[in-house]
């Protein structure tokens, strides 16, 4: 039994759901999310997939990593509707990921932009 035959469920912790909801909801347009025994809300995403976003006040924005990755069929506008939502992309210049004004980076054949939840959790874009 290989896990490569299982669906990845991305998990992140949240210090605070109504201000999470605002955010995943309101902002990042996710909706149809389930309310689970953990107090957590799961939000159904595209093909079968699905992102976990629940209380846990202490882990919060712990991760200097990125923790959940969207792949977009056009990031530049994926950028623009949600930089007009208010997300505010980050700035890279770390070796080969050099990003531009708008915060996207062209890496090889693919472009990625990250931006952060009201945690600092840390998320992407990405368009291969």
């Known amino acids: 039994m290989g896990l490569s035959d299982y669906r990845v469920l991305p998990?992140?912790?949240?210090?605070?759901?109504?201000?999470a909801r605002?955010?995943?909801?309101?902002?990042?347009g996710l909706s149809g999310g389930g309310e689970r025994p953990d107090g957590?809300?799961?939000y159904p995403c595209g093909e079968g997939s699905s992102i976990h976003v629940y209380p846990s006040p202490a882990n919060a924005g712990k991760s200097t990593a990125t923790l959940a990755g969207f792949?977009?069929?056009?990031?530049?506008?994926?950028?623009?509707?949600?930089?007009a939502n208010?997300?505010?992309?980050?700035?890279y210049d770390?070796?080969?990921i050099e990003t531009d004004e708008k915060g996207v980076a062209q890496i090889g054949d693919a472009k990625?932009?990250?931006?952060?939840?009201?945690?600092?959790?840390?998320?992407?874009l990405s368009q291969e």
């Open 94 to 96: 770390i070796g080969p």
């Open 11 to 19: 998990a992140i912790a949240v210090s605070d759901m109504d201000r």
């Open 22 to 28: 605002e955010f995943y909801e309101g902002v990042l």
């Open 112 to 124: 990625s932009a990250w931006f952060k939840d009201p945690d600092g959790n840390i998320l992407s």
């Open 71 to 83: 792949a977009v069929g056009d990031v530049e506008a994926a950028v623009d509707e949600l930089t």
């Open 40 to 42: 957590g809300i799961r």
């Open 86 to 91: 208010g997300v505010v992309f980050e700035q």
